[in-house]
């Protein structure tokens, strides 16, 4: 890609070059606005379209219909672009991040009412410690309605005045984890008053939310094992105080 311009009604005019040759192209709003990526000049892409001829002028054009970064998946380029954004404006400082409370009152949960994380999460909790106070706010964690849902869901239990929050998930590919690369939610996790814990799929996957939380979890079991001690080392330390 090389002269990449996106006009006022959010069309995009650029040309598309090759060691050998060059054509003008154009990608129409409704294709351009559901990318996942953000083109822009020098970004090898490969697409597919219409070739017509631009009356005006003359000159032959590509008109696009689809468009995939070159040897790289759309998603991941995403994911690479908005942390890149997001590490320069300081998301992610570590001189942000507020201290876990060493024993929670009033814990919130940001998950499915009906996946296997909030399954796991209970069950170590209530063996850690039987009578901890849990809030959950039930939210999609996939496909396109998760992300908005997710946000609602931690400014919800924010105001609530939970001592800490979990938000999560299960493992999944790419494609099932990304509401938690949703810009909307990396800042909504940034802007709680409230120390929160990512724990989103296995100890492999990698998140945006997991760089802008107080507190990364390899899992959401491990997320629950982390937020509070057991209840028989505390009244051990007791004893042994007392």
Known sequence: ISNWKVSPAGHAYFT????GSQIDAVIFRNRLSPLKFTPESGLEVIVSGLVTVYEKRGNYQIVCEVMQPKGLGALQ????QLKAKLQDEGIFDEAHKKPLPMLPRRIGI??????????DMLHVLNRRFANIHVLLYPARVQG??????IVEGIRTLDALGVD????????????DLWPFNEE????AVYEAQTPIISAVGHEVDFTLTDFAADYRAPTPSAAAEVVVKEQQVLCEQVRGLR
Not at 16 to 19: E, F, P, R, S
Not at 77 to 80: D, H, K, R, T
Not at 110 to 119: E, L, M, Y
């Open 16 to 19: 598309l070059k090759d060691a």
């Open 77 to 80: 380029l995403a994911f690479e």
């Open 110 to 119: 940001v998950t499915s009412p009906t996946g296997a994380a909030i399954r």
């Open 144 to 149: 396109v309605e998760a992300a908005p849902e």
């Open 164 to 175: 800490v929050m979990i938000v999560g998930r299960g493992g999944g590919s790419l494609e």
């Open 184 to 187: 909307m939610v990396v800042r």
